[in-house]
């Protein structure tokens, strides 16, 4: 697997709840290493966004949050702002020999 | 504040090797905590780990980079390099350097990033 699998796009409302997949395999997310989240503005570096699973560095909303379970894990965005729109990409090791870290496909959160 | 900051060539031609160094200012880069990583993004598209750096020079590379990539590090300038050799349009992307922990496999600090085109 050279990416985790993520949707192309989600959108919502302002207000209204997203939640973006993050999908793994069983070197990955399913061998239970930790997955984190990165938030990307246009022309910007990544930003962290959510570490181990669901934990939010200082700075980062308590709207967002995040889950784990198998081989996938979940970014939720409640209370949508306009701010949110940008694209998020998933992260973990992998214990296969072909990549060590490795990333989510990216989901663009477009904001109606 | 640590900070990270690539530079290097911004257009590269077919076949030549591109390369990048990035500068670690306001902390050392020598941490058993923390791995040196290099990371691309084609336009567009999402990102790809390219390889890393520890403290000690030990360096593992994305297999399907391996035969073209080199990561070093220059410990008395604070700063990590990359060089891709046998470039072609498909390297075009904007290369980033990060810092990681090694414990937690956290991407904590970025650098801004940069363009690079392979282009004749």
């Known amino acids: 697997q050279s990416a985790l699998t993520q949707p192309p796009s989600v959108s919502g409302a302002p207000g209204q709840r997203v939640t973006i997949s993050c999908t793994g395999s069983?070197?990955?997310?399913?061998?239970?290493?930790?997955v984190n989240w990165y938030q990307q503005l246009p022309g910007k570096a990544p930003k962290l966004l959510i570490y181990g699973n669901n934990n939010r560095p200082s700075g980062v909303p308590d709207r967002f949050s995040g889950s784990k379970s198998d081989t996938s894990a979940s970014l939720a965005i409640t209370g949508l702002q306009a701010e949110d729109e940008a694209d998020y990409y998933c992260q973990s090791y992998d214990s296969s020999v072909s990549v060590l870290y490795i990333f989510g496909t990216g989901t663009k959160v477009i904001v109606l | 504040q640590l900070q990270l900051q690539e530079s290097g060539s911004g257009l590269v031609k077919p076949s030549q090797t591109l390369s990048l160094t990035c500068a670690v200012s306001g902390g050392s880069i020598i941490s058993g905590v923390y791995s040196w990583s290099w990371i691309r993004q084609p336009p567009g598209r999402g990102l790809e780990w390219i390889g890393y750096i520890n403290h000690s020079g030990s360096t593992y590379y994305t297999s399907s980079l391996k035969s073209r990539v080199t990561i070093s590090v220059d410990k008395s300038k604070n700063q990590f390099s990359l060089k891709l050799t046998s470039v072609t349009a498909a390297d075009t992307a904007v290369y980033f350097c990060a810092r990681v922990d090694v414990v937690t496999t956290i991407f904590d600090l970025w650098g801004q990033g940069n363009l690079v085109t392979v282009s004749s």
């Open positions: 069983n070197s990955n997310i399913g061998a239970g290493y930790d």
